[in-house]
């Protein structure tokens, strides 16, 4: 894959460490509903992203290693 999506596959795994800590852990998060409305836009914007690579969000599997997709 491109240097670009190698990219998006990083901001994917730190998006989903930031979804396991809000999951797993609430207590450390609160109800910080700023904090989660600029995650989602940060998700948004990650999917438009993929979509602009040719990459369609809902068909990228999970790969090999620790929060990592392949195409």
């Known amino acids: 894959p491109s240097t670009r999506v190698k990219l998006l596959f990083q901001i994917d795994a730190a998006l ?5 800590v809000y999951n797993c852990h609430p207590e450390l998060v609160g109800h910080n509903d700023i904090m ?4 989602r836009k940060i998700a948004n914007a990650h999917k438009e ?8 969000w809902d068909k990228v599997e999970h790969g090999p ?3 990592q997709r392949t195409i």
């Open 49 to 56: 992203l993929l979509a602009m690579e040719g990459l369609d």
């Open 16 to 20: 989903e460490s930031l979804e396991m």
């Open 36 to 39: 989660w409305r600029a995650v």
């Open 65 to 67: 290693g620790k929060n």
